[in-house]
């Protein structure tokens, strides 16, 4: 049984900030700059900005500091940023209506594109309650809410436009989606183009166990009853009353965490796998929990999680000074926790079952809608299709366009190095077509798939395949790289500029170059891709020391620009052959996705 455990100690600190009570939930930028707010009495609902070092940000109101909602009567604001720039503001109103929500630009003015038929613009008043935490799917606000009108008597998972309206595309064209009486009804959780709502549940017969619970929706609004049971995960049930957990994401599994009342337990971490299956080898049966860190209680946990599943946990513990005084430290620890490696050989390849991990049309792995023109989409692929969440280095993927508005290309590629001049998928407007992609993971676990066109295209990728992290040192196994152009007969990449004459056969080097050693390489894989070919023909790649065989790698027809994946033996001179087996010139381009040891 693994357990988890206080991997360091509490880092203790102040923040002094401007006199707020009912502060909200933190807001970081990727500049490192922070967001944060409170109700300020006598003033109202007060957002302050700062920059990656703690000073106020002058861009934002002058001074760092805004008004966003101006009265006495709000309480408990919470803050959302939207992905276009700017804020949502949703505070509690203790007047009519119960709630209105903010919008500010990144300059801190109010945004007056939101609710812009509102007594005020840029303020939305909302006739009943949100629940729990909402959160953004673009600049779409989706929220967890109740309606004072006695003709929407449910609790609704609810979506609304980027113009404050609700979103008549969600639901059933009226933005709404009652929540089933089995599934949650607290915060939302926007990952990977689907919404998870999470909750507490409670038995209805003895003996009344409690458990938090998470339940999956599609971004349309659909709940997935592949995930869990009947489209709800189930926490660990226990006689203590469970709240409504907060959802993380790391390292392929999900984490709920949450407290337990009337107990000796108040901090409860559940963990679940992709699927909704409660995780039995973390912590106590899927469970860990932590009523004292460091020998003393502690409570008002908040919660982080590094890529690497680790979770990161903020905490105040009381001080008794003497009878009349006391004070509260803040804390952080962090856990540790072991994760189950896949057995077998650094490099070595397990295959799969296909299992389609991505489809823009249907909100799978991302949101409904295509691959803007020049974007790039981040895909979660470990912990998913049968990848292990942590102890893979790469993936073997069949990627397909549909329906693209124009010609274009799609690059794959780890998601921590930029996208390169390399290209895995080449189409014309209005082509359905597919390549395999051998794609090296970033560290998070992610791929990002880049639209290299100038109108916007559906894409969808089942995985066929991953090769096991570590250093390779077996013959055979696989090393894998980021993408990288080694040959290019346009630009003179590789080879000179020029087309490669009918019946040629070109001398390629590959071994050093695109991060292949200058020794050691047996083989390599490579996409291939044939452009401008004046007429129909094939293209045969093999290794430098041997005759062209009677084999090929890649069929066109004139003009046709097509790749194909390529495993190839290198030469004892670390060199491949191209031949074009057409009776007029083509070009040929050529990028490395990695190398197998010789």
Same mark, same amino acid.
């Given at each position: 049984?693994?357990?988890?455990?206080?991997?360091?100690?509490?880092?203790?600190?102040?923040?002094?900030?401007?006199?707020?009570?009912?502060?909200?939930?933190?807001?970081?930028?990727?500049?490192?700059?922070?967001?944060?707010?409170?109700?300020?009495?006598?003033?109202? &609902?007060?957002?302050?900005?700062?920059?990656?070092?703690?000073?106020?940000?002058?861009?934002?109101?002058?001074?760092?500091?805004?008004?966003?909602? @101006?009265?006495?009567?709000?309480?408990?604001?919470?803050?959302?940023?939207?992905?276009?720039?700017?804020?949502?503001?949703?505070?509690?109103?203790?007047?009519?209506?119960?709630?209105?929500?903010?919008?500010?630009?990144?300059?801190?003015?109010?945004?007056?594109?939101?609710?812009?038929?509102?007594?005020?613009?840029?303020?939305?008043?909302?006739?009943?309650?949100?629940?729990?935490?909402?959160?953004?799917?673009?600049?779409?606000?989706?929220?967890?809410?109740?309606?004072?009108?006695? @003709?929407?008597?449910?609790?609704?998972?609810?979506?609304?436009?980027?113009?404050?309206?609700?979103?008549?595309?969600?639901?059933?064209?009226?933005?709404? $989606?009652?929540?089933?009486?089995?599934?949650?009804?607290?915060?939302?959780?926007?990952?990977?183009?689907?919404?998870?709502?999470?909750?507490?549940?409670?038995?209805?017969?003895?003996?009344?166990?409690?458990?938090?619970?998470?339940?999956?929706?599609?971004?349309?609004?659909?709940?997935?009853?592949?995930?869990?049971?009947?489209?709800?995960?189930?926490?660990?049930?226990?006689?203590?009353?469970?709240?409504?957990?907060?959802?993380?994401?790391?390292?392929?599994?999900?984490?709920?965490?949450?407290?337990?009342?009337?107990?000796?337990?108040?901090?409860?971490?559940?963990?679940?796998?992709?699927?909704?299956?409660?995780?039995?080898?973390?912590?106590?049966?899927?469970?860990?929990?932590?009523?004292?860190?460091?020998?003393?209680?502690?409570?008002?946990?908040?919660?982080?999680?590094?890529?690497?599943?680790?979770?990161?946990?903020?905490?105040?513990?009381?001080?008794?000074?003497?009878?009349?005084?006391?004070?509260?430290?803040?804390?952080?620890?962090?856990?540790?926790?072991?994760?189950?490696?896949?057995?077998?050989?650094?490099?070595?390849?397990?295959?799969?079952?296909?299992?389609?991990?991505?489809?823009?049309?249907?909100?799978?792995?991302?949101?409904?809608?295509?691959?803007?023109?020049?974007?790039?989409?981040?895909?979660?692929?470990?912990?998913?299709?049968?990848?292990?969440?942590?102890?893979?280095?790469?993936?073997?993927?069949? &990627?397909?366009?549909?329906?693209?508005?124009?010609?274009?290309?799609?690059?794959?590629?780890?998601?921590?190095?930029?996208?390169?001049?390399?290209?895995?998928?080449?189409?014309?407007?209005?082509?359905?077509?597919?390549?395999?992609?051998?794609?090296?993971?970033?560290?998070?676990?992610?791929?990002?798939?880049?639209?290299?066109?100038?109108?916007?295209?559906?894409?969808?990728?089942?995985?066929?395949?991953?090769?096991?992290?570590?250093?390779?040192?077996?013959?055979?196994?696989?090393?894998?790289?980021?993408?990288?152009?080694?040959?290019?007969?346009?630009?003179?990449?590789?080879?000179?500029?020029?087309?490669?004459?009918?019946?040629?056969?070109?001398?390629?080097?590959?071994?050093?170059?695109?991060?292949?050693?200058?020794?050691?390489?047996?083989?390599? $894989?490579?996409?291939?891709?044939?452009?401008?070919?004046?007429?129909?023909?094939?293209?045969?790649?093999?290794?430098?020391?041997?005759?062209?065989?009677?084999?090929?790698?890649?069929?066109?027809?004139?003009?046709?620009?097509?790749?194909?994946?390529?495993?190839?033996?290198?030469?004892?001179?670390?060199?491949?052959?191209?031949?074009?087996?057409?009776?007029?010139?083509?070009?040929?381009?050529?990028?490395?996705?990695?190398?197998?040891?010789?």
């Amino acid at each position: 049984m693994r357990r988890s455990r206080p991997d360091a100690g509490p880092v203790r600190g102040r923040v002094c900030s401007r006199p707020q009570r009912w502060l909200s939930n933190v807001v970081t930028e990727n500049d490192g700059a922070v967001v944060v707010g409170g109700y300020v009495p006598g003033t109202g &609902v007060v957002v302050n900005r700062y920059t990656a070092t703690g000073a106020p940000d002058t861009s934002f109101g002058g001074d760092g500091s805004v008004v966003a909602l @101006s009265s006495d009567t709000y309480e408990f604001p919470r803050i959302v940023k939207r992905t276009s720039g700017g804020y949502l503001i949703i505070s509690l109103n203790l007047g009519t209506p119960p709630y209105r929500v903010a919008a500010l630009t990144n300059s801190g003015a109010l945004d007056t594109s939101w609710a812009p038929s509102a007594s005020v613009p840029g303020v939305l008043p909302f006739d009943g309650y949100f629940h729990g935490e909402p959160a953004m799917d673009g600049d779409k606000l989706v929220a967890i809410g109740s309606f004072l009108d006695a @003709s929407l008597p449910e609790i609704y998972l609810m979506r609304f436009t980027a113009s404050g309206a609700l979103d008549p595309s969600f639901g059933g064209g009226d933005g709404l $989606i009652p929540i089933p009486s089995h599934a949650p009804d607290g915060g939302v959780t926007v990952h990977a183009g689907s919404y998870y709502v999470t909750s507490a549940y409670w038995q209805q017969e003895e003996p009344y166990d409690s458990a938090m619970t998470v339940a999956k929706f599609s971004s349309t609004g659909v709940l997935d009853t592949s995930f869990g049971t009947s489209g709800v995960a189930y926490g660990f049930l226990d006689e203590d009353i469970a709240s409504e957990g907060r959802l993380f994401f790391a390292g392929g599994y999900l984490y709920l965490v949450g407290t337990r009342c009337c107990g000796e337990t108040p901090l409860e971490i559940n963990r679940f796998s992709a699927n909704g299956l409660l995780d039995t080898s973390y912590g106590d049966g899927g469970r860990l929990l932590l009523d004292t860190i460091n020998g003393s209680e502690a409570s008002g946990v908040a919660v982080g999680v590094q890529p690497n599943g680790q979770l990161l946990l903020a905490f105040n513990q009381l001080e008794v000074l003497n009878e009349m005084d006391y004070v509260y430290h803040t804390g952080v620890v962090r856990l540790f926790h072991e994760v189950p490696l896949p057995e077998g050989v650094p490099g070595a390849m397990v295959p799969l079952a296909p299992a389609r991990i991505l489809d823009t049309r249907t909100g799978l792995g991302a949101p409904v809608g295509k691959i803007a023109a020049g974007a790039s989409l981040d895909l979660a692929v470990a912990g998913r299709g049968g990848v292990p969440s942590q102890g893979v280095s790469a993936v073997v993927l069949n &990627v397909t366009v549909t329906e693209p508005g124009a010609p274009g290309y799609l690059t794959v590629y780890p998601s921590d190095v930029d996208a390169s001049l390399a290209s895995n998928l080449n189409f014309n407007a209005g082509q359905t077509i597919p390549n395999l992609v051998t794609v090296k993971l970033g560290a998070d676990g992610h791929v990002k798939i880049k639209n290299g066109s100038w109108l916007g295209a559906h894409v969808i990728a089942d995985v066929a395949g991953y090769y096991l992290a570590g250093t390779p040192t077996d013959p055979g196994t696989f090393v894998a790289l980021p993408p990288s152009r080694v040959l290019d007969t346009r630009t003179g990449t590789g080879a000179p500029t020029g087309k490669l004459g009918a019946g040629a056969a070109l001398n390629l080097t590959i071994a050093g170059q695109a991060g292949v050693p200058a020794s050691g390489a047996g083989a390599v $894989i490579v996409n291939v891709t044939v452009t401008e070919p004046g007429a129909p023909g094939y293209v045969t790649v093999y290794p430098s020391n041997v005759s062209a065989p009677n084999a090929s790698n890649l069929n066109f027809v004139a003009g046709q620009t097509i790749p194909n994946l390529v495993v190839v033996k290198l030469g004892p001179d670390g060199h491949v052959k191209l031949t074009n087996g057409s009776w007029l010139g083509t070009h040929l381009i050529g990028d490395v996705a990695g190398y197998f040891l010789a």
